[in-house]
């Protein structure tokens, strides 16, 4: 098996158990000081986010860029901050598109 298959294989596990985030992303991983580093553990399921939130747009590529160089707490905070504005922003857009 491939790594993408292998990926696919914990989604659909995800998707047969309807399992929500809490087991990739718990928030315990986000709460504390802002100085507070921000690990692997904490980065890396956001960035899984901001890339299935990224597909079919491609709006999110600094966001993305930026989580990579994010180091402590406070800038993964400001890129989520961030990506959901685009996110919003692109949802008003979609419904001032289908009016």
């Given at each position: 098996?491939?790594?993408?298959?292998?990926?696919n294989?914990?989604?659909?596990?995800?998707?047969?158990k309807?399992?929500?985030?809490?087991?990739?992303?718990?928030?315990?991983?986000?709460?504390?000081?802002?100085?507070?580093?921000?690990?692997?553990?904490?980065?890396?399921?956001?960035?899984?986010?901001l890339?299935?939130?990224?597909?079919?747009?491609?709006?999110?590529?600094?966001?993305?860029?930026?989580?990579?160089?994010?180091?402590?707490?406070?800038?993964?905070?400001?890129?989520?901050?961030?990506?959901?504005?685009?996110?919003?922003?692109?949802?008003?857009?979609?419904?001032?598109?289908?009016?």
């Amino acid at each position: 098996m491939k790594e993408e298959g292998f990926v696919n294989l914990a989604f659909n596990k995800i998707k047969e158990k309807e399992m929500n985030a809490r087991f990739i992303a718990n928030q315990a991983c986000y709460n504390g000081p802002d100085t507070r580093k921000l690990d692997f553990i904490a980065k890396a399921p956001l960035y899984v986010a901001l890339s299935v939130m990224n597909d079919g747009f491609n709006d999110l590529d600094t966001c993305m860029k930026n989580l990579e160089k994010a180091k402590i707490l406070k800038e993964g905070k400001e890129v989520v901050d961030k990506a959901l504005k685009i996110i919003n922003n692109r949802e008003k857009i979609i419904e001032e598109d289908e009016d």
